[in-house]
């Protein structure tokens, strides 16, 4: 399920390019345009959903959720340490209302959480 007017979606059929950084038939993970950090990668599932709260199957949550650990271990973060963020609508400043996660690290980070 896609949807035609989403930046994410457009980005998963390859209509805007995008760096790589890991790929399997449900997620797609790819370099921020925009890193706040050394490492900034986001993971996308292939089916759209707006946010994290758009009834996502506990089956693709968890599948994402593993993949994180996937993007880490090929960015080489697993072991120094990493954040995880997902913003969910608009007063958490969810820019692209597709569900995706922030992948931080690669440098040390304050306390706060950056605004993504």
Do not use: W
């Not at 760096?19 to 599932?45: G, S, W």
């Not at 994290?52 to 996937?70: R, S």
């Amino acid at each position: 399920m896609h949807k035609e007017d989403c930046l994410f979606c457009k980005i998963i059929a390859g209509d805007i390019p995008s760096t790589k950084v890991f790929e399997d038939e449900n997620f797609l993970a790819f370099e921020d345009v925009n890193p706040q950090m050394p490492v900034h990668t986001l993971i996308v599932p292939k089916n759209h959903y707006d946010n994290i709260a758009d009834d996502v199957p506990d089956e693709e949550l968890g599948k994402l959720f593993n993949t994180v650990k996937k993007v880490a271990d090929i960015k080489g973060i697993s072991e120094s340490g990493f954040r995880v963020i997902v913003n969910t609508n608009d007063d958490a400043c969810q820019s692209v209302h597709h569900l995706h996660v922030h992948v931080l690290g690669g440098g040390q980070m304050n306390d706060g959480s950056p605004a993504l």
